[in-house]
């Protein structure tokens, strides 16, 4: 049974990083094309505006870009380190309602840990993730530059 079970990672949520658990994110979705995450606006995790705050929109559009680089690693059987270097996002709509955060960077990951299995060397690499409404809006877009690195 592969432990990259969306009970698995909501469980791992709830230890791991409280706060996200707390805010109402939870993984929906992970498959070998894509992560996926929810949220819905609430009081515990709103803003002065009526909508969901930036920060609990920024912790699910992580979770489902660094779910999925969990993942590869430890389908590679390395020991591998992953951290995020670098993040930048933007809003382009209210999020209100229930939230719907995608990643399908596969093809990345897959290519970022083949490089630094091969090499030893460390690699960076940009994910997207997209926050989606009800309606298929695009509400926010985060992009997360992960470094990993074969551990010594």
């Known amino acids: 049974m592969s432990r990259f079970t969306v009970k698995n990672l909501n469980k791992f949520l709830l230890f791991k990083l409280p706060s996200a658990y707390l805010s109402g994110v939870r993984v929906s979705t992970i498959s070998d094309d894509e992560a996926q995450a929810t949220v819905k606006h609430q009081w515990i ?6 909508s969901l705050y930036w920060a609990t929109q920024g912790m699910a559009s992580e979770l489902v870009t660094g779910i999925l680089v969990m993942r590869y690693i430890h389908e590679s059987g390395e020991k591998i380190s992953m951290l995020v270097t670098h993040q930048t996002g933007s809003f382009t709509k209210k999020a209100t309602g229930k939230i719907t ?51 010594s």
């Open 101 to 151: 955060f995608i990643c399908d960077d596969i093809a990345e990951i897959k290519k970022a840990i083949n490089h630094t299995i091969k090499t030893k060397e460390g690699v960076n690499f940009t994910m997207k993730a997209r926050g989606l409404d009800a309606h298929n809006d695009i509400v926010s877009e985060f992009t997360y530059t992960w470094s990993i690195k074969i551990k």
């Open 45 to 50: 995790n709103q803003n002065p505006f009526k």
